[in-house]
């Protein structure tokens, strides 16, 4: 098989993908898939609006920007909707449509159109296995349900949102359940890929392990 140039992250929920997606972005000028947003999207429009009509509003309507930090997405040129996009309510919602056959289908081109031959780093839930699964370097990245509910409340707590640790934990573990036990896209490694268990690790020691997976691979 012909391997492309993409990285993919997988993983459960909090496992800090996200996070080590956008410094690996930054640190090789490389274009970022955040798959998960794509979801939220679809559960940010779906209340009012067809999913067909909705793939059209992403691809026309939605920007991406990638920054030091984070990725902002940008509706209609100048509406920041990043914040909204990252509500709890958002997040339970677009875990309960990448269930739906007819919601992936719908995104698996608008995903693999990320990869225009010149290099991606795409992080989700079915990078490797499903979407990229001839991509050059593969990333299962986990960690222990208590340490990304920890991860999850200090994050919704610096957006001053109301958070419960007990209830945090019980979420990600039935999301996890549901993840990866699904008749479509199960959250499973690829049999490829490199498994890091970051739940002693910092975002600084995960991006050392896996720049030296991509430098080993790609340089």
């Not at 429009?45 to 009509?53: G, P």
């Not at 040129?77 to 056959?101: G, M, P, R």
């Not at 919704?156 to 958070?163: A, D, H, P, T, Y």
Request: proline content about 2%.
């Amino acid at each position: 098989m012909k391997r492309i140039n993409v990285i993919t992250i997988d993983g459960p929920a909090a496992s800090g993908k996200g996070s080590l997606a956008i410094s690996i972005a930054n640190q090789f000028s490389l274009k970022l898939l955040d798959s998960g947003s794509l979801y939220r999207l679809f559960a940010f429009f779906e209340r009012n609006t067809d999913y067909s009509e909705i793939v059209e509003i992403i691809k026309n309507r939605v920007e991406f920007k990638l920054t030091n930090e984070s990725q902002n997405i940008i509706l209609d040129k100048n509406v920041d909707i990043t914040h909204e996009l990252k509500s709890e309510e958002v997040a339970k919602s677009a875990s309960k449509l990448s269930s739906q056959k007819e919601v992936r289908n719908l995104l698996l081109k608008l995903q693999r159109d990320f990869y225009q031959g010149s290099g991606l780093v795409a992080d989700g839930r079915d990078m490797g296995t499903v979407v990229f699964n001839d991509a050059k370097l593969k990333i299962f990245l986990t960690a222990s349900p208590e340490v990304r509910a920890k991860r999850r409340y200090i994050e919704l707590q610096n957006r001053k949102q109301e958070v419960n640790m007990p209830a945090l934990i019980d979420d990600i573990k039935q999301r996890d359940l549901s993840d990866s036990t699904r008749d479509i896209s199960p959250l499973l490694p690829a049999d490829d890929a490199h498994i890091i268990d970051s739940s002693d690790m910092s975002l600084e020691e995960v991006f050392s392990y896996a720049e030296n997976l991509i430098r080993k691979e790609f340089i």
